[in-house]
């Protein structure tokens, strides 16, 4: 392209897609009642991009549209459990008072029964039980004691 | 809300899907994959973007997620300097375009642009579908394609130049 027009190829191209300021737009409109060679390049950017937006693209298929849908409505639909809630709210609402009374009195016991028992007991109950525990178990000898076990360990000998 | 969503922007995600991938079966996976997604993580769609926008952008990501997957044939550089050729085919393409305008504006040249359009690089196609076809902004393809707003323009040079070169090409080929 031999025209001077600063950046006339951005020009160009902004003007057709009417991305231009006004008197820029107006300064390349200027120009190109006067240059050939720009008019021809201004007047095939815009057929071009015109030819471009008539080119068919093809319609949506209709079953298309239809499968969004339905897979919209899939992910709106509530999970099927409070579906369940609802409609027994909505029937009998006695049964569903009981029956979240129930689901309360479940959910209490399952937390109950996962967390480890614990017995807290005052410090002198505890050395009085062990002081017990030591008056009751006399200090036998090694070989005593293993000899009141099962099976047939001899002991040193 | 959702069926309110289809109805709006279905189609146009449809033919944007079909320039993209070219052929019917595979745009109407990126369509139903793309709506998916946008249902799937709807809590994180800023409304200060516009929805078209998001829908958009997150179905040409999916669409180049599955080229990078299978196949990089189709993937171009955009920003990649011109072929070496370019002075000596742009003397001999000045010459047609004269005619190439003539029949332009004569609506004869419609098949040739569609042929042309094909062979694009799929980039190529989605930027002329989204400026010239759904008539976005240069600051709104920007927002779709993640990009300054001088890329776009240099994309879209490109791309046009792309589209003239092959239509003076094969118009070169029928006037011989």
């Keep these: ?157 | 809300m959702l069926d309110r969503f289809i109805a709006d922007y279905s189609e146009k995600g449809y033919q944007f899907a079909f320039r993209l991938c070219g052929n019917a079966e595979e745009a109407r996976e990126l369509v139903q994959e793309t709506f998916v997604r946008v249902m799937s993580k709807w809590d994180q769609y800023d409304p200060a973007q516009s929805l078209e926008g998001y829908f958009i952008s997150i179905l040409r990501n999916l669409y180049y997620d599955g080229l990078r997957r299978f196949d990089r044939r189709n993937l171009c550089s955009l920003d990649a300097p011109p072929e070496a050729d370019g002075a000596a085919l742009s003397d001999r393409l000045a010459d047609g375009e004269e005619a190439l305008l003539d029949r332009l504006e004569r609506r004869e040249a419609e098949e040739q642009v569609q042929t042309a359009l094909k062979g694009l690089a799929a980039e190529q196609r989605a930027i002329l579908e989204l400026s010239d076809v759904q008539g976005l902004s240069y600051d709104q393809i920007a927002a779709v394609l993640d990009c300054p707003v001088g890329t776009v323009r240099s994309r879209l040079s490109r791309a046009r130049r792309a589209l003239r070169e092959k239509l003076l090409t094969s118009s070169e080929v029928v006037n011989r």
Excluded at chain 1, 13 to 30: H, K, Q, V
Excluded at chain 1, 32 to 49: I, T
Excluded at chain 1, 65 to 82: D, E, K, T
Excluded at chain 1, 131 to 156: F, N, Y
């Design chain 1, 1 to 157: 392209m031999t025209c001077d027009y600063p950046e006339i190829e951005d020009c160009l191209e902004a003007y057709a897609d009417a991305e231009l300021a006004p008197a820029e737009r107006r300064g390349l409109e200027e120009h190109a009642r006067g240059c050939p060679e720009c008019r021809r390049r201004l007047a095939l950017a815009l057929a071009l991009k015109a030819a471009v937006r008539r080119a068919p693209a093809p319609a949506m298929p209709p079953e298309l549209a239809a499968s969004l849908h339905a897979r919209a409505q899939r992910l709106s639909r509530p999970p099927i459990w409070r579906v369940w809630l609802a409609g027994l709210r909505a029937r009998r609402p006695a049964a569903y008072g009981l029956a979240a009374g129930f689901a309360a009195a479940a959910a209490l016991l399952v937390v109950r029964l996962a967390q480890p028992e614990t017995v807290t007991l005052p410090l002198d109950v505890l050395l009085a039980a062990h002081g017990d525990c030591v008056r009751a178990m006399p200090l036998a000898p090694e070989a005593a004691i293993l000899s009141q076990l099962p099976g047939r360990w001899e002991g040193p000998r």
